[in-house]
């Protein structure tokens, strides 16, 4: 499984974007990047997936380089509410299942 | 809206006592898991399930085994509990593939 390495740690003022960089150098060419949030006593919660370029929600965007080693979460004006965990997860189907690790995230504190 | 229930949000058992969590899920989802959470360590695999009767190991099994004889239920046992299972365990659900995994409320278990 390609090993992913995010930010422990950011803050940001309400109102402002924030992107969240992810790296994974040996990601696997069937593999998918996954993104969820964590809030405070809950699971986490999936927010979006994508193989290359962008993929856009009604929730965040996602950017991934032609190389795809890298790629970026981001939240279009961030509120308090955004306060949470966020988790990079790169994997592949495996069989009927997309074979995934947890890493120990992002936590990201917004600011008023 | 996909719903995953735990059976306990809290629970404290002794050591060497054994312990059963419950995991049920209403969406006629294919695969269900197992993870616990530690600070620090974020979210590690202890075992997932694709089918009925079907189990694979996860990052961590050792000292867990697991059960799914209803394909909306999967079973966490801990045959002797121990402290250093002191921990959040976490329950999800997904269907088959790259679709994204749909988390329970946790149950912090304590063992003392």
């Known amino acids: 499984l390609a090993k992913t390495t995010q930010p422990i740690s950011m803050d940001s003022y309400e109102g402002q974007e924030v992107n969240i960089t992810c790296s994974h150098n040996?990601?696997?060419?069937?593999?998918?990047i996954t993104w969820y949030q964590q809030f405070p006593s809950q699971g986490p919660r999936f927010i979006i997936q994508?193989?290359?370029t962008k993929v856009t929600n009604e929730v965040a965007s996602l950017f991934i380089p032609a190389d795809r080693k890298s790629s970026t979460l981001s939240l279009p004006r961030v509120s308090l509410s955004d306060t949470a965990v966020y988790y990079c997860?790169?994997?592949?189907?495996?069989?009927?299942?997309?074979?995934?690790?947890f890493g120990t995230g992002t936590k990201l504190q917004v600011i008023p | 809206d996909v719903k995953v229930t735990q059976s306990s949000r809290y629970l404290v058992k002794r050591t060497g006592e054994k312990v059963f969590l419950e995991c049920v899920q209403d969406?006629?989802?294919?695969?269900m898991f197992w993870y616990r959470q530690d600070p620090g360590l974020g979210l590690r695999l202890i075992y997932f399930?694709?089918?009925?009767?079907?189990?694979e190991k996860g990052d961590i099994p050792e000292g867990y085994s697991v059960s799914r004889e209803k394909k909306e239920r999967f079973s966490l046992i801990l045959e002797s509990a121990s402290t250093n299972q002191t921990s959040m365990y976490l329950c999800?659900?997904?269907?088959?593939?790259?679709?994204?995994?749909?988390f329970g409320p946790g149950t912090r278990l304590t063992v003392t």
């Open positions: 999800a659900s997904g269907q088959g593939g790259l679709y994204e995994q749909y």
């Open positions: 040996n990601i696997a060419t069937n593999d998918y």
């Open positions: 994508g193989y290359k």
């Open positions: 997860l790169v994997g592949g189907p495996s069989g009927g299942y997309q074979k995934v690790t």
């Open positions: 969406m006629d989802h294919e695969n």
């Open positions: 399930s694709y089918d009925v009767k079907m189990k």
